[in-house]
């Protein structure tokens, strides 16, 4: 079947999602999976490992074909017209896909060359990505001579050789360290500004709320949630009780205590002998609290507040770890 027009209206969303669902034998990767996601927007797509993540985004891409449900891209449907969904996206995977033995500036070259650009075209475009991603210094070093970020800012350069409609990011930053992730961010935010709809999965509760102006919650291959960082926020109710233990031998002795006590899960911090636990009411930490104390674990802070991004996506998933059937994929 030839690919049709866009139906895209002007209130239309760059991406519309209904029951979208996919199985790898006895594995439901994406169970039924709904979205609508607004035209020039940063939408986050939040799970664990193994939560689904990549295997809708490859569906959307129309790398992988869906067992149910239907979905459009900048107004072409995903089955009917799959070469018109290609030529309206770019896609960069968690892994760069370059040349390590070309240079960053050759590697845009061939890139665009094969899009069609004529040679002095192609030359032009390189030189424009490599100066808009804070890469002209390096653009005559070969790529295995790049660092984590340079090589991942040279990788989604790659593909805006043509200025896609939907920019499919798939944990654009993993692996990289805080200063590299930032200027990363910069970039995502900048190509959103320019009109660019930008659709990322993640596992960094950080990156969700820093970027995106809606997120998706999925685990198990479901949206069990959705919303912007502070509706979600809201949602999960702003009782938390945050307790910094004296001695970090006691944590696993308060956090049994403070589950029993609250009967919610309680989530261990980062770093520290740090507890969270949805609490409910004032009164119901105040009673948590005197329980620690009276058993002799003591306290070096605590308070009451609203959840983190953290926090709110550990009470909806429960902290679960669901099955790596993303990673054979």
Do not use: C
Request: charged share 20%; glycine share 10%; no cysteine.
């Amino acid at each position: 079947m030839k690919d049709g027009p866009s139906t895209l209206a002007p209130d239309d969303p760059a991406i519309r999602v209904r029951g979208l669902a996919r199985s790898f034998g006895a594995t439901q990767a994406v169970a039924g999976i709904d979205l609508d996601v607004p035209r020039g927007m940063i939408f986050a797509i939040l799970g664990p490992n193994g939560a689904g993540k990549t295997t809708l985004l490859r569906m959307l891409a129309t790398l992988l074909e869906p067992d149910a449900g239907e979905a459009t891209v900048m107004g072409h449907d995903l089955r009917r017209a799959p070469h018109a969904v290609r030529g309206a996206i770019a896609m960069t995977g968690q892994f760069a896909s370059l040349d390590e033995d070309l240079t960053g500036r050759e590697n845009l070259i061939m890139l665009s060359r094969l899009w069609g650009f004529g040679r002095r075209a192609a030359r032009e475009r390189a030189a424009d990505l490599l100066a808009a991603f804070d890469l002209a210094d390096a653009a005559n070093r070969q790529v295995q001579d790049y660092s984590g970020g340079m090589r991942r800012r040279l990788d989604i350069a790659a593909s805006l050789i043509v200025t896609p409609g939907v920019l499919f990011l798939d944990e654009p930053t993993t692996g990289l360290d805080p200063s590299a992730r930032q200027k990363v961010w910069r970039l995502i935010r900048r190509l959103a500004a320019s009109g660019v709809t930008i659709l990322l999965t993640t596992q960094y509760l950080e990156e969700a709320d820093q970027l995106a102006a809606r997120i998706a919650v999925i685990d198990h291959g479901r949206k069990i949630a959705e919303g912007t960082s502070r509706e979600l926020k809201a949602a999960t109710g702003s009782g938390f009780l945050h307790v910094t233990l004296a001695d970090a031998a006691e944590l696993e002795r308060a956090a049994g205590m403070l589950a029993a006590r609250l009967g919610a899960g309680v989530q261990r911090g980062a770093e520290g002998a740090v507890l969270s636990v949805m609490a409910g009411s004032p009164e119901a930490a105040n009673a948590a609290l005197s329980e620690l104390i009276a058993a002799g674990i003591g306290l070096a802070d605590f308070s009451m507040g609203t959840p983190t991004l953290d926090e709110v996506f550990f009470a909806l998933t429960g902290g679960s770890d669901a099955p790596a059937e993303e990673a054979a994929q």
